[in-house]
Structures are given as structure tokens and as C-alpha cells.
């Protein structure tokens, strides 16, 4: 299976601070990656699909990159409703497989 | 506007069996991959399993392989997850997705709370 590993595990940042986050896939998955925002007892928030293309509706400072092994997700200006937990998935191989998360926290 | 209705999650014993169900309104379930993932309390989230459109593909985690099974009626415009020999381990929230493809999850439902415990 394609191990995801995410980090940080938890990032802690203030309104208005860029942050990124990374995901590496344990072999390449050219850039069936997938970013989903979710809040606490929510179903997860698809925000980019194919490493860096915006879903429908998602605000623009979010922002994914990548390709192979390595990806990012980036917010370019924190706002409050973006503290969350940020999971990558991986859809170019079966059993796909998502990352253990990044929670993001108020500092 | 697009829901998803997961129902069916409950306690249930170890090696019992459940069937969850998902009812999807404001689409037509027949045109797209579906999938069922779940995360267990305080853990990340798990894909579990996924079907195409007219159900002649189906994938699994071999975590529960040849204990779960994948359906969808598209006539009913439901997806379905029957769970046999179940574990303390499949304990989880479990969510229905319609994905764009096979893989990235556009839609989710609420998710339903599987229990397995004595």
C-alpha cells in the first residue's frame, strides 16, 4: 500500500500567517492527490483535487502543489475559519490511502 | 442541493454483522463512483471501499477484504456496505462519498457510528 505521511502532525499559527503543509506518498502517484479540510464532527471539505486544482467554491488562498512524491498545501492568509485538520489522499493506487492529518490550531 | 444519508451504524458485538446504508437526493448516484470511508475516534480517515457506476468494479482495503461487501441500487439511488465478522477495530464513524473519479470525494454524508464491542 502508499504510506502518506503528513507533517507537521500539528502546526499552530495566527490569523493572517502563511502556512504550508506537506505530504509525502511512499512512491510516485503523479498528482492524484487530493486536500480535505475537516472540522470537528464534520465529514471532510474537498478543497483541491489533482495536487493543485481549486474545487468549485473554495477560496483562493488555498493553494496545492506537487507531483511524484512530495506536495504541499499552502494558505495564504489565515483567516479563523480555516483552523481545522488538513488530510492528503492519494487516488493513483488501489487500496487508495489518506494521511494521518495536520491539525491546525490557533496560536 | 446534494445530500447524502448514511443510516444503519449502531453497537453491535464482535463478529457480528451490520449493513450500513446511504440515500442520496439531489443526484443521480448512477453516474458517478461511490465510496465508503470511516475513521476510527480520534484517528485520521480510512478509505474502506469503492464501487463504479454500474457496480462491475469494486475495491477494498485489504483490512476488510472478504468480510465487507459494496452494493448500490441505483434504482433505489443507494449505496450500500454490508459488514460481516466484525472487529473491535472497524469501530469508526463511517462516511459515504461520491467522488469525481474513482478517487478525489466531492460529496460526503454525515457519517454513521459504528460500534463493535462486548
Known amino acids: 500500500d502508499i504510506q502518506m505521511t503528513q507533517s507537521p502532525s500539528t502546526l499552530s499559527a495566527s490569523v493572517g500567517d502563511r502556512v504550508t503543509i506537506t505530504c509525502r506518498a511512499s512512491?510516485?502517484?503523479?498528482?492524484?492527490l487530493a486536500w480535505y479540510q475537516q472540522k470537528p464532527g464534520k465529514a471532510p471539505k474537498l478543497l483541491i483535487y489533482?495536487?493543485?486544482t481549486l474545487e468549485s467554491g473554495v477560496p483562493s488562498r488555498f493553494s496545492g502543489s506537487g507531483s511524484g512524491t512530495e506536495f504541499t498545501l499552502t494558505i495564504g492568509s489565515l483567516q479563523p475559519d480555516d483552523f481545522a485538520t488538513y488530510h492528503c489522499?492519494?487516488?493513483?493506487?488501489?487500496?487508495?490511502?489518506f494521511g494521518q492529518g495536520t491539525k491546525l490550531e490557533i496560536k | 442541493e446534494v445530500q447524502l444519508v448514511e443510516s444503519g451504524g449502531g453497537l453491535v458485538q464482535p463478529g457480528g454483522s451490520l449493513r450500513l446504508s446511504c440515500a442520496a437526493s439531489?443526484?443521480?448516484?448512477?453516474?458517478?463512483?461511490m465510496t465508503w470511508a470511516r475513521q476510527a475516534p480520534g484517528k485520521g480517515l480510512e478509505w474502506v471501499a469503492n464501487?463504479?457506476?454500474?457496480?462491475?468494479?469494486?475495491n477494498y482495503v485489504d483490512s476488510v477484504k472478504g468480510r465487507f461487501t459494496i452494493s448500490r441500487d441505483n434504482a433505489k439511488n443507494s449505496l450500500y456496505l454490508q459488514m460481516n465478522t466484525l472487529r473491535a477495530e472497524d469501530t469508526a464513524v463511517y462516511y459515504c462519498?461520491?467522488?469525481?473519479?474513482?478517487?478525489?470525494?466531492?460529496?460526503w454524508g454525515q457519517g454513521t457510528l459504528v460500534t463493535v464491542s462486548s
Open positions: 462519498a461520491r467522488g469525481a473519479g474513482s478517487g478525489d470525494l466531492v460529496y
Open positions: 439531489g443526484i443521480t448516484l448512477s453516474r458517478y463512483w
Open positions: 464501487i463504479k457506476q454500474d457496480g462491475s468494479e469494486k
Open positions: 512512491q510516485s502517484i503523479s498528482d492524484w
Open positions: 489533482k495536487a493543485s
Open positions: 489522499q492519494q487516488y493513483d493506487t488501489y487500496p487508495y490511502t
